[in-house]
């Protein structure tokens, strides 16, 4: 069993897939070719923000947000204890320094009253300026974004919001990656909408940020004069080469198709045979919050305390059943952020979640009996 089945997808698309990376090798335009614009018009109408700019990958795209905002040296960028590497890498790249915060037990997202709390703290030791959140939609449910944003407003915070994760989700109707002043997302292949290599997004309804963000992804080039074919070469910020290539946005056109029209609601299907096939289980299922839709980036249970998870990682194993730990190491116990004030934070659920998670298998293309065979293996084993 794939822990996400991507050649499957790719035999159901293939015809689709293949025709999109001939045309573009045959076209030759390998780098800002129609395709692009046309994917970023099309994610940026389904996320229901004014622009959408691609770029090379997830992490790119949370950096040139910080760049893009002017979040750096001397600012405090307050991040979930729990998440990947990147969301605090980005601002710590930009010379912020990463401020982590304890996690929701139940949706694994940041918890907005100790967010205000370790806002509160920051403010009042005044060695550094409280500027940005970065807010992640873990797992693929939404951050609880009502009681951030008012948070952020209280404090004067930028808000960014880190949907690698979470692109496809929503609350209430209203997509993600249109809840942050900047949003990012990420096309890595096993995210829910990948492409097939490095890809990313950025996603904002400010004209300004949008012209920057489109100059720093090209070497700070001048984007004042679309008209002057030279502009490229007038160089007026210092950027990055950071752009999506064009055989992975011709890829991620019919992917796009396919994961609006069917994939989102086959893979929260896949989801709820789990949640009602674990009930009783003995573990506890994901939450997902009234209101709030999951695009599932991965199905993470929690162990009771006392099993022994990696035992029952490598009985699935022999059972050919692939089941990961994301994460085993909050973010403040990192090795890069040792001896620095991001490693100063108290967050017990997340210590608690790093022992305690299992991701299973999930992709929208899992059978019926796939996913019966990972309950009746894991209750076993329990
Ligand atoms: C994957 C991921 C990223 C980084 O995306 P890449 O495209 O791999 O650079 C950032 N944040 C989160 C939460 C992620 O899961």
């Known amino acids: 069993m794939q822990f996400r089945d991507l050649p499957k997808q790719y035999e159901v698309l293939k015809s689709q897939i293949d025709e999109a990376m001939i045309r573009v090798a045959s076209s030759a335009r390998f780098i800002s070719g129609p395709e692009v614009k046309e994917l970023e018009k099309s994610l940026a109408d389904y996320v229901g923000v004014k ?3 691609t770029c090379a990958n997830g992490t ?11 979040v750096g040296k001397g600012d405090a960028v307050f991040v979930p204890d729990f998440t990947f590497f990147s969301s605090g890498e980005c601002p710590a790249d930009e010379g912020a320094t990463p401020i982590f915060v304890d996690v929701d037990e139940e949706t694994f997202n940041i918890d907005p009253v100790k967010l205000e709390e370790t806002v509160k703290r920051i ?34 915070l930028l808000l960014m919001e880190d949907a690698a994760q979470g692109f496809g989700g929503n609350i209430n109707g209203k997509m993600a990656c249109s809840f942050g002043d900047i949003a990012t997302t990420s096309f890595f292949p096993a995210k829910p909408l990948g492409c097939y290599g490095d890809g990313g997004a950025i996603f904002t309804d400010s004209d300004e ?15 004042g004069n679309p008209d002057d074919p030279n502009a490229k070469y007038n160089n007026i910020r210092i950027g990055k080469n950071s752009r999506l290539d064009t055989i992975q946005a011709a890829i991620l056109i019919p992917k796009f198709k396919a994961f609006t029209d069917y994939e989102l609601d086959d893979i929260n299907r896949v989801a709820s045979w789990y949640t009602e096939g ?32 990696k035992m029952i990682q490598s009985k699935l194993k022999e059972y050919g ?23 100063m934070a108290d967050c017990p ?9 299992l991701s299973l298998p999930i992709d929208p293309y899992k059978t019926r009996e796939e996913i019966d065979l990972v309950i009746s293996k894991l209750r076993g084993l329990l």
């Open 51 to 53: 622009h959408c700019i």
């Open 60 to 70: 790119d795209a949370i950096t040139i947000a910080m760049r893009a905002m002017g």
């Open 123 to 156: 403010i009042a030791e005044g060695k550094y300026k409280a500027r940005a959140v970065v807010a992640v939609d873990l797992f693929g449910q939404p951050a609880d974004y009502e009681a951030i944003r008012t948070v952020c407003d209280k404090y004067g």
């Open 209 to 223: 940020w949008a012209d920057l963000i489109r100059s720093i992804c090209v070497h700070g080039k001048d984007t």
């Open 278 to 309: 674990l009930k009783d289980a003995g573990v506890v299922t994901p939450k997902i919050s009234d209101g709030y839709y999951s695009s599932w980036a991965q199905y993470t249970i929690k162990l009771p305390e006392s099993s022994d998870r």
């Open 321 to 343: 059943i692939p089941a990961m730990v994301y994460y085993a190491k909050p973010m403040h116990l990192q090795g890069a952020f040792k001896d620095t004030d991001s490693a």
């Open 349 to 357: 659920i997340t210590e608690k979640l790093c022992k305690t998670v």
